[in-house]
């Protein structure tokens, strides 16, 4: 279980670097590390023993401390099956994304931010991205859209200092942009 960064804290809000590859071990350990948290989240019974660990899908490192441009998703597609998306990300970069938005309808939310943010955070609906990825140990380019294309940007955003509520609009929280997907 890690130390999450909150949003009080100005390291939060600044650029990460990339990171050299391959892959130093040090990185690679981060990495499993930020894994492990999450899906240490998402157990019911680890959560009893540790009343302050909030559930989470993803991670990036500046969250952990590290201002490196690390980032893991991980949760189910089918709990049933155990199916479940999982990215350990190194040097993650959009390389593409569709005019189309998309947004959270409950909103987004992120281990590093305590306070309620309401409103619509809207993203690109499809994307592409480039990283490095630790699980197949080669460079990938992902094909991403709804859900999975959120939570890519949400942790990206992180790399550059970016929080959700950042995207929701002040004056009108909830204004609902034409053609855009409600998930
Ligand atoms: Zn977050």
């Known amino acids: ?6 949003d009080t ?8 670097k990339e990171v050299e590859l391959p ?3 040090k990185d690679e350990d981060l990495l499993l590390q930020m894994w492990e948290h999450l899906k240490e989240s998402q157990d019911p ?12 899908i ?10 490196k441009r690390l980032i893991v998703i991980h949760y189910p597609v089918d709990e049933e099956k155990k199916e479940y998306i999982t990215y350990l990300l190194a040097n993650p970069k959009i390389v593409s994304q569709s005019v189309k938005e998309c947004y959270l309808e409950a909103g987004e939310g992120c281990l590093s931010v305590d306070k309620e943010h309401p ?13 490095y ?6 460079n990938v380019l992902i094909k991403a859209m709804g859900f999975d294309a959120i939570a890519l940007q949400h942790e990206i955003d992180h ?5 959700f509520y950042d995207r929701i609009d002040k004056k009108n929280p909830f204004y609902k942009k034409d053609g855009a997907i409600a998930l």
Do not use: C, W
């Open 1 to 6: 279980m890690l130390k999450i960064v909150k």
């Open 9 to 16: 804290v100005s390291s939060l809000r600044a650029p990460s």
């Open 23 to 25: 892959l130093s071990q």
């Open 45 to 56: 019974s680890f959560r009893e023993k540790h009343p302050s660990l909030r559930e989470g």
């Open 58 to 67: 993803g991670l990036a490192a500046p969250q952990v401390g590290v201002n």
């Open 119 to 131: 409103g619509y955070a809207y993203r690109s609906y499809r994307i592409r991205v480039e990283a």
């Open 133 to 138: 990825d630790a699980l197949k140990k080669e």
């Open 159 to 163: 790399l550059s200092g970016i929080l």
